[in-house]
């Protein structure tokens, strides 16, 4: 059993930036794959970046969906059991509830929902124009 808890959500001016952590319990982190999810009132839950289990050199394999890239950068610390997601360059557009998600299978490029097994509760990020 995974749990998870983020933080580091709030209110920004577009064009500004928010770190979002995910804190996770147990002693297996470092064989999960982390994802990170958003959602906005009356639309799917869609996926934003992913960050592998496997490390070449100094980092990890990750992987983002097009919209943020450039943009958001996932991280992990895996001393702490936390992952992170640095969002930089926002936009009125990103304004979501942000959930964190373990999954298994930590060595695949994982995006789709049902992959994962466990989430977070969400936190709330809202990007001002």
């Known amino acids: 059993q995974v749990q998870l808890v983020e933080s580091g959500g709030g209110l920004v001016q577009a064009g500004g930036s928010l770190r979002l952590s995910c804190a996770a319990s147990g002693r297996t982190f470092s064989s999960y794959g982390m994802g990170w999810f958003r959602q906005v009132p009356g639309k799917e839950r869609e996926f934003v970046a992913y960050i592998t289990t496997i490390r070449i050199s100094t980092r990890y394999i990750d992987s983002y969906t097009d919209s943020v890239k450039g943009r958001f950068t996932i991280s992990r610390d895996n001393a702490k059991n936390t992952v992170y997601l640095q969002m930089n360059s926002l936009k009125p557009e990103d304004t979501a509830v942000y959930y964190c998600?373990?999954?298994?299978?930590?060595?695949?490029?994982?995006?789709?929902?049902?992959?994962?097994?466990?989430w977070g509760q969400g936190t709330q990020v809202t990007v001002s124009s």
């Open positions: 998600a373990a999954t298994s299978r930590g060595a695949n490029i994982v995006t789709m929902e049902y992959e994962y097994a466990y």
